[in-house]
């Protein structure tokens, strides 16, 4: 016989209980029931949610939505919170390229990595929208997670921005083929024009090292766990972006901002 509305949520909040009586110790069980309930009375209650939920398998799964949908907003507002904290840190490091227009009305962070085969489908686009767009300020942080090779090139490329050449050496390694050995790293340094000796250098400063432990920290405190990720405004993109989602974000974030 299926169960009233009101038997229905009862047997569902009941779940926990019998939940924690079957994995709470023996002993525990014995010296103290939870709600105040005797043992009869705690087994009476398993056994309606047991014939309940075999009778419903449904209800688990509309459990299950409902848990995941309140796990994701509580995931979306503590990331929201976390970037509200460290708006300073991401958008006012000087050690950040900064491309687009640095006076724009709108802020777009990317975390990428120029290992990463999604950073390097969109580098392109990303470019030509900032571009288009002209009134977008977009930093740029270096977060290097897929090996040694990943670390040598954001090294290099913070090098780079010491010689005023960032933006040409960023997009050169996200859109000519090769590895990021050093051999193809300075071999892409020499054909934008960089002093490759100087980048040397720069490239084992404690500044670089700083920097890109600061990015290392920063992503981990807001939830970033690969690449790309991009934050406009308040708005965490993690993951590939195509170009009608970010103008519509940009849109969208100018008209709360206005």
């Not at 958008?91 to 990428?112: H, R």
């Not at 390097?120 to 009134?135: I, L, P």
């Not at 993951?239 to 989602?245: F, K, L, P, Q, V």
Request: with cysteine; hydrophobic share 40%.
């Amino acid at each position: 016989m299926r169960l009233s509305g009101l038997a229905r949520w009862a047997a569902i909040l009941s779940l926990g209980l019998v939940l924690g009586l079957l994995t709470a110790p023996a002993e525990a069980q014995e010296q103290s029931l939870p709600g105040g309930f005797s043992a009869d009375q705690a087994q009476g209650i398993e056994r309606i949610v047991r014939d309940y939920l075999l009778a419903n398998p449904e209800v688990l799964v509309e459990a299950l939505t409902e848990y995941q949908q309140r796990q994701k907003l509580a995931e979306e507002q503590s990331r929201q919170q976390a970037i509200g904290q460290r708006h300073s840190e991401l958008t006012q490091d000087p050690a950040t390229p900064v491309l687009g227009n640095p006076e724009g009305d709108v802020v777009m962070v990317e975390f990428f990595d120029y290992r990463c085969p999604y950073c390097k489908t969109v580098a392109g686009m990303v470019k030509d929208e900032v571009a288009s767009d002209g009134n977008v300020r977009l930093l740029m942080k270096e977060f290097p997670i897929l090996g040694p090779q990943s670390v040598q090139a954001a090294r290099a490329a913070l090098a780079a921005a010491k010689q005023d050449k960032y933006e040409v050496f960023h997009f050169a390694l996200m859109t000519q083929p090769g590895d990021m050995s050093d051999v193809h790293i300075e071999t892409v340094a020499g054909q934008v024009g960089l002093d490759i000796p100087r980048m040397r250098r720069d490239m084992k400063s404690n500044e670089i090292e700083d920097a890109l432990a600061r990015n290392a920290v920063l992503a981990e405190t807001i939830g970033i766990r690969g690449t790309p990720a991009f934050i406009i405004g308040k708005t965490l993109v993690p993951g590939a972006i195509d170009a009608e989602t970010l103008r519509q974000i940009i849109a969208e974030e100018r008209a709360r901002s206005s």
